[in-house]
């Protein structure tokens, strides 16, 4: 990632149109979900949606408090390149050393104190449309490769970068035109709108260098 861009991530991914979508708009990572949602998959599912996209964007399995069993069953079938999940549901989970790890953290007042170097910060309920506490976003950013996520759509995503200065973003039903339908054209929106907004900040970033 240069200076001028911001990694950018699509989640809930269930249609290989929704994914050619967001591989044409060159996002860094695409999310298939395997907690209760309306977007949720089996491995072997996810598995056959994500054959065409290996090696052009990072896969990453989205769960929420999962047993063991469902992850081993995920690692061996879907082959992910990260796991998302609740910062709490790591310890007490096995994990392959070569699988990476994308905690989410959520707004409260009892966060820990010792940051991971990347987190995601997410709404109180994942892809449901809630908005994320900015402020404290921005505090954690300060100290942490923070990706934003929580009700980001192609008309607040600007200002949530400006707002939070993230390492990224993540949008889920932002990019929908219902409940787990992507849309090509609000997929192509937001990823376009993300990048305009870090190439703002970044060429006031050199302004104020000179």
């Not at 860094?28 to 056959?48: I, M, Y």
């Not at 054209?185 to 993300?194: G, N, R, T, W």
Request: glycine letters at 8%.
């Amino acid at each position: 990632m240069t200076e001028a861009s911001i990694w950018i991530k699509i989640c809930g991914m269930t249609s290989a149109e929704a994914i050619s979508a967001a591989l044409d708009a060159e996002v860094d990572a695409l999310g298939f979900v395997f907690a209760p949602s309306v977007r949720r998959l089996e491995p072997a599912q996810a598995a056959r949606l994500a054959r065409g996209a290996r090696g052009r964007a990072s896969l990453i399995a989205v769960t929420l408090h999962p047993p063991q069993t469902l992850v081993d069953e995920i690692v061996r079938q879907f082959e992910p390149d990260a796991l998302q999940s609740d910062l709490e549901d790591f310890a007490g989970l096995r994990l392959p050393e070569t699988l990476a790890r994308l905690p989410v953290l959520r707004p409260g007042p009892a966060l820990p104190e010792h940051l991971p170097r990347r987190l995601l910060f997410e709404g109180p309920r994942s892809g449901s449309g809630s908005t994320a506490d900015w402020r404290q976003a921005s505090e954690l950013a300060r100290s942490s490769e923070l990706i934003l996520a929580g009700g980001l759509h192609a008309r607040n995503v600007a200002a949530a970068i400006h707002a939070v200065r993230p390492h990224g973003v993540d949008v889920s039903s932002g990019v929908e035109s219902a409940p787990g339908h992507k849309s090509a054209d609000k997929i192509a929106e937001f990823v376009s709108a993300a990048r305009a907004a870090s190439r703002g900040m970044t060429h006031e970033r050199n302004r104020y260098r000179r």
